[in-house]
């Protein structure tokens, strides 16, 4: 079946816009992350759904971050007043409900942020 | 919060020989322990995991061992090969309960020559 989406691939923007990246978790998929990739580090945690709702959102690293999964499937991960620092790739990742035989987290291909 | 370190963060070795990937965590609540590959320019892909009650796991030509005591775990690829060229990252959480988000190593680039 299909795996993890994401939209756009690449996005460049200039430093104080606004952006939106969108995630399409695997179908069925309950729980659903966003990480953040730097260049030859490991993805850091963002914020993890499950279901609708934001069950930890400790690594947003300031407000200017913010992310939504309105209808427990598709999550928008939204930057406001973009900065230089924020250039990274965004990953998204899903995974079956807790508790059940797998916690496998999939992930997309990313979105690479770009920020001038 | 968790911390995990891996070593070493880069791995040369010839086509056939074995490579040993090592990380630590610092928290004794994790539980789960993935490892996963990634390409340049690709998303990581899952290669095998461990859950902490179980020592040892092995899948073909790549195992994972795990000493809850000292709070390390290990990648083992033997009969290496060209397309296991590749950054590895090891990561841990703790599932179930918990925090449930991965918090990953730094990664180790894996060369492998011909």
């Known amino acids: 079946g299909a795996g993890v989406s994401q939209t756009p691939s690449n996005k460049v923007t200039e430093k104080g816009k606004y952006v939106e990246l969108r995630c399409d978790p695997i179908?069925?998929?309950?729980?659903l992350y966003w990480y953040r990739q730097s260049l030859g580090q490991g993805p850091e945690f963002l914020i993890y759904?499950?279901?609708?709702?934001?069950?930890?959102d400790s690594g947003l690293p300031n407000d200017r971050f913010f992310a939504v999964r309105p209808e427990g499937s598709v999550s928008t991960l939204k930057i406001q007043r973009t900065e230089r620092g924020d250039s990274a790739v965004y990953l998204c990742?899903?995974?079956?409900?807790?508790?059940?035989?797998?916690?496998?987290?999939?992930f997309g291909p990313g979105t690479r942020l770009t920020v001038l | 919060g968790e911390n995990v370190e891996q070593h070493p963060s880069t791995l040369s070795v010839q086509e056939g020989d074995s490579a040993v990937i090592k990380c630590t965590y610092s928290?004794?609540?994790?539980?789960?322990f993935p490892w996963y590959k990634q390409e340049l320019g690709k998303r990581p892909q899952l290669i095998i995991d461990?859950?902490?009650?179980?020592g040892e796991k092995k899948d073909q030509r790549i195992a994972v061992t795990l000493n809850k005591t000292a709070k390390h775990f290990s990648l083992h690829i033997t009969e290496t090969q060209p397309e296991d060229s590749a950054v590895y990252f090891c990561?841990?959480?703790?599932?179930?309960?918990?925090?449930?988000?991965?918090?990953f190593g730094s990664g180790t680039r894996l060369q492998v020559q011909p």
């Open positions: 990742a899903s995974s079956p409900s807790p508790g059940g035989p797998s916690d496998t987290q999939y």
């Open positions: 179908s069925g998929h309950t729980a």
């Open positions: 759904f499950q279901g609708t709702g934001a069950a930890d």
């Open positions: 928290d004794s609540a994790s539980n789960y």
């Open positions: 461990i859950r902490s009650n179980v």
């Open positions: 990561a841990a959480s703790t599932v179930n309960t918990g925090r449930r988000a991965l918090t």
